[in-house]
């Protein structure tokens, strides 16, 4: 067997990222070959993702990126099992690079699209393997989606301060000089704040699962049972529009400004700049 040194046991430490001890075993059965080692190293991470296919993974970070000419923009979760990896600086480093995987890949939609993808001769999936080597905990991607347009439109983000949730939107406009208006990029960003904090199930009451509204008449229904048909057909109703109040992302009342909805923001703002403008769709993604 070949003399492991302390050197090429920190050049190995510094290449993979691994405690000392796993890469002296590693150099150890290696021979002293560095590539074999590396080898091993990896394995090793997929043996512990693979021991780990069930365990939790509810913590993790979300992330967000624009293209330069702010045309597309991606939203993506990582996902760990502890709340001390995700704020480790290798998690953070990973999950950082994600972002750029979620630009690169070559589809809006579907995790598999970005594991593949390659950056610098590198797959996201292998950045896993190797975070997972480190760290011993399962590490997986979570939801995904990227937004684009094609000029005539704008997106807005925001991660909540805590990295656990965060929003995106996509927002078609009249023009471009609309879409490239300040007033409409501030609009954007706090539409996108709005959707992190106030939770909404559907853009509109037509985007509503019909299921879920099936459900929500039968228990309106069912708490009036007992008055005279004509009227329980009004109070579901009216509850019903409430319900769309507080659960459809244009009806909702602004949490900046609740003497508005998210529609009567939008509508007012584009038409200070001399266009209109209509969200197209959404996403929120939240770990924990």
């Known amino acids: 067997m070949a003399e492991i040194s302390a050197s090429i046991v920190q050049k190995l430490r510094k290449m993979s990222g691994q405690g000392m001890m796993d890469c002296k075993k590693a150099l150890e059965e290696s021979n002293g070959d560095m590539e074999k080692a590396m080898e091993i190293l990896r394995k090793k991470g997929l043996a512990t993702l693979a021991k780990r296919a069930e365990r939790e993974t509810s913590e993790g970070i979300v992330v967000s990126k624009k293209t330069d000419n702010g045309k597309t923009a991606s939203l993506a ?72 347009h094609d000029g005539k439109g704008l997106i807005g983000s925001y991660i909540h301060f805590n990295n656990k949730v965060g929003s995106m939107l996509l927002i078609e406009t009249s023009d471009e000089k609309t879409a490239a208006s300040d007033a409409l990029k501030t609009a954007a960003s706090d539409i996108a704040m709005h959707i992190t904090a106030a939770k909404p199930i559907a853009l509109d009451k037509d985007s509503i699962d019909p299921k879920i509204l099936e459900t929500e008449k039968n228990i309106y229904a069912e708490q009036v049972k007992n008055k005279p048909a004509n009227i329980i057909e009004k109070i579901v109703e009216g509850k019903l529009h409430k319900f769309y109040a507080e659960n459809c992302l244009l009806q909702q009342q602004f949490v900046k400004d609740d003497t508005k909805t998210v529609a009567k923001l939008l509508e007012e703002t584009a038409k200070q700049v001399g266009g209109t403008a209509k969200i197209t769709k959404y996403v929120r993604f939240a770990v924990g």
């Open 77 to 148: 979760t990582l996902c760990c099992e502890t709340d001390f990896v995700a704020k480790s600086d290798d998690f953070i480093a990973a999950a950082n690079k994600l972002a750029d995987y979620t630009l690169a890949c070559s589809a809006d939609e579907g995790v598999e699209n970005i594991l593949n993808t390659s950056v610098n001769g590198k797959s996201f999936s292998d950045i896993i393997t190797d975070l997972v080597s480190k760290t011993g905990e399962k590490i997986q991607l979570g939801d995904f989606a990227r937004f684009s």
